[in-house]
Structure formats: structure tokens, C-alpha cells
């Protein structure tokens, strides 16, 4: 605990020294800049003033000289306010795009360092249990049901490691790459129904509630739907009370195949919606664990099968996951 303290602080420190160099070269090269023009500026008005006194005041064209040599100290003038403007923007626009980088990558750096902790984590979770029921298994003689029990147990966190593998799995894929995925007509009623299946073996004391029209047949790669569909019932138990139903709808509008996930939750936040899909992302509010991928690798499932994924709110409170695929006829093999 003292050395990751030790090692928290140390990287603060060391992204502050790099923040504090930054801006520190930044000011210089504009102070620099601020300096050349003075210089050239004054420099400017000695060689006009000595022209000026080169000149013999009772020669003919005295005046003519001298308007001459203002025009000449105007044009110049205006060359070096020009350069020294254009030289400006261009720094200002290189520090802004350097400042935007440097951050985006201490941000990915944070994320990915997140990343690696939560999927540890995520990691140890099920091994451990496995490991534990599989050793009381071995070890004790048990009732059919507790044996039974525990059997379930395991399996159903070995899903759970099945599903963190298959995230990351998906996570390192091209994202044009689709040469694995194996499109085929897929029954919605039978997947959601698995689906639902597996999430009451990982979570018996929660509440879900299906509502599926029958008949819905869409044509995608049946796994990674599968996949999507889990991850999404997962946030949904994650981010809602324990006491609160999950529900599941498939419906039929306007020629598509509509796939709800509702929970009674805290909702997403009107500011963090453009994010929530994003790698790695997980909102301030966001206390469960997890490792920031899910949402991600389920858009990207979607689409890869030509579908979309949107999130909106749901009234009294909670939020509503909607993915939306074409509907084929269930004779129709494409």
C-alpha cells in the first residue's frame, strides 16, 4: 500500500515537471518573440531617424525624401507586425495542438494503467472462487444439491471469465476487420432466452423480467451477438439496485428487430452519453467494477453487424440500452 502511494505520487509529480517545462518553453519562445519584434521595431525608427538626418532640409526634393522614407518605415511597420502576428498564431496553434496530445496521452496513459488493475481484479475474482469450490469439492463429501450448487457456481464464473476473455479478444481485432465473424440467421427469442439463462445462474438473487415477440429473425454472428447482449444485461445489474428488476424487451418497428435492456439505476449522466462508448471509459459515478471495455466491444459488435447501439433515459429513473438490427423472415438465408 506505501509503494503504490509512493508510485501515485511520484507519477503526479513527474506529469506536473512535464507540464511546468511545458509552459515554461511555451512563455519563453512567445517572450522571444515579443523581443525580436521590439528589437527590429526599435531598430526600425534609428535607421528612419538617421535617414532623417542625412537629409538636407533646403534641398528641393526635401519633402519628397521624406515622405519617401515614412512610406518605407510604414511598409516595414507592417512586415513585421504581419510576420510577428502570423509566427503567433503559429505557435499558439502548435502549443494547442502539443497541450491536446500531451494530455490525451497522460489520459490513455491513466486509462490503460486503470485498465490493467480492473482486469486483474476482474481476473482473480472467479479463479479464486473456482479454485475454492473445486477444493471443496475434492476435499469434503457433500449433498447432491450443494455439490450441485457449487458445480453451478463454478460454471457460472467460468462464463464470467469466458465473457472478460472474449472482451479482450475483440478489444485487440482491427476495427475493419470482420473476416471472423460468421453472419447467420439467428432466432432472437432462443439467444435472449440463453442470455437471460446465464445471467440467473451468475446472479440467482436478482429479479429479470423478458418480454420477446415471437417470430424475430436477424441475421448476425450469433456468438458475438450473444456476447453484446450479456454485456449489456451485465452493466444493467452492476449499475441498478438489488432490490430492482432487469428487463428485457425484443420488439418489431418499422422493419427492424429491437433489443431493450432496462434497468432502474442511476441513469447516464446527460454529459458522460457521447462517452460512454468509448475505450476504457468509466464515468465518475461508475463505483461497480469492471474494466471500462464492455460498452465499447458491444458497439463495435453491433457494428460489425450492421446495427446500432443507443442509450436514453428511463422513466422513473435508469437507463435504456437499445440495440437495433434489421429484421429478416425466418426462412430467408441471405
Known sequence: MLFSN??????????TRIYALYWFMLSYI??????????LNTQNEEIVT???EQLVKEAPDYQAQIQKID?????????????????????????????????????????????????????????AVTKLNLETLQKRTLDESVRKRLLSATLAETDRLNALCSN??????????????????????????????EQKLHYPQRLFESRVEEGIVIYADRMLTRLAINNLLNNAVKYSPKSAAVSVNVIRKDGRALIRVMDEGEGVPSEEVHKIFDKYFRGKGMQAKGTGLGLYVTQRIVHQSKGTLTVEPNHPKGSIFTISFAEIKSNDGR
Not at 6 to 15: L, Q
Open 168 to 197: 479482450m479478444l475483440l478489444l485487440n481485432e482491427p476495427e475493419k476487420d470482420d473476416s471472423l465473424i460468421v453472419r447467420e440467421p439467428i432466432a432472437l427469442e432462443g439467444l435472449v432466452e440463453e442470455c437471460l439463462s
Open 50 to 52: 538617421f535617414k532623417k
Open 6 to 15: 509512493f508510485r501515485k505520487r511520484f507519477r503526479k509529480k513527474r506529469v
Open 71 to 127: 512610406r518605407e518605415d510604414k511598409r516595414k511597420r507592417f512586415q513585421y507586425i504581419g510576420e510577428g502576428s502570423t509566427f503567433f498564431i503559429l505557435i499558439i496553434a502548435g502549443a494547442v495542438i502539443v497541450f491536446r496530445l500531451l494530455r490525451a496521452q497522460f489520459r490513455l496513459a491513466r486509462q490503460q494503467r486503470d485498465f490493467m488493475v480492473a482486469v486483474t481484479h476482474e481476473l482473480k475474482t472467479p479463479i
Open 30 to 39: 512567445i517572450a522571444a518573440l515579443i523581443f525580436w519584434f521590439i528589437s
